[in-house]
């Protein structure tokens, strides 16, 4: 499956890079999944993802929480905590 | 009438509350964020979503005027780089009554520091550049609202 990822604030500094498309594994079915694949496939996302506790997401522009299924999804943010106000 | 707006430029605090007012409104509280200067601070940088963070302020607009009587609502955001002194956010509610435009204005600061996608980067006088962290007193204070 083909995801468009797109990337915030100190997530996008450590991977590098603002978006990218990937092509998922069958086996990365949610979120928790996809970090832990984003974590194990480099050196930079292995920085970015150390800790999926402090990351959150949108799948399709609604925030979602960890366990959220990818099924049908085309594009994931993923970023820190929000900061803004 | 409900205002909102994600904006690189400097916002026009006189010209948002002279739009927001046009309707006459009985009650009219303000919020106003605005850079510190703390600590050496030289440039805080906002950076936001395209699309999401537009919309986050929609949402939380019309949740705002789903809960109170509100007869306007004005939420202007702030993003990339700006200086100490600079404002960063302005939140305007109306109502016919007071308790009404008070309590939409500090539900629509409070959730807008937990529920919209804005990122702060401090830049220092030192050159340290740092990424601020969520406190988890504003999620408590955004949780009172639930």
Redo the contacts between chains.
């Keep these: 499956m083909a995801l468009s990822i797109?990337y915030?604030?100190?997530v996008r500094e450590r991977m590098g890079m603002a978006d990218e498309v990937v092509e998922l594994p069958a086996e990365v079915t949610d979120l928790t999944a996809l970090l832990a694949w984003l974590a194990a496939r480099d050196d930079r996302g292995a920085l970015a993802f150390a800790e999926p506790q402090r990351i959150r997401a949108?799948i399709d522009?609604v925030?979602m929480g960890p366990g959220a299924p990818l099924i049908g999804a085309r594009e994931v943010?993923l970023?820190?905590?929000?900061?803004?106000? | 009438m409900i205002r909102v707006a994600v904006q690189g430029a400097a916002i026009d605090v006189g010209a948002e509350f002279d739009l927001h007012d046009a309707g006459g409104h009985g009650a009219s509280a303000s919020f106003i964020?605005r850079v510190r200067g703390d600590g050496g601070l030289v440039e805080l940088f906002?950076?936001?979503?395209p699309?999401?963070?537009e919309?986050g302020l929609g949402d939380l607009a019309h949740a705002a005027a789903d809960r109170w009587q509100l007869a306007a609502l004005t939420l202007v955001?702030r993003v990339g780089a700006m200086a100490p002194g600079d404002t960063?956010?302005l939140v305007l509610a109306s109502s016919p009554h007071r308790s009404e435009a008070l309590a939409a204005c500090e539900f629509l600061?409070d959730r807008?520091?937990?529920?919209?996608?804005?990122?702060?980067?401090e830049t220092f006088g030192d050159g340290r550049v740092t990424?601020?962290?969520?406190r988890a007193g504003?999620a408590v204070r955004a949780e009172r609202w639930e």
Excluded at chain 1, 79 to 85: C, H, K, L, N, S
Excluded at chain 2, 46 to 49: A, K, P, Y
């Design positions: 797109a915030f604030a100190w949108a522009g925030m943010a970023f820190p905590p929000v900061t803004g106000g | 964020g906002l950076e936001h979503h699309v999401m963070t919309a955001h960063i956010v600061i807008l520091k937990t529920d919209v996608m804005l990122w702060k980067r990424w601020v962290e969520a504003d």
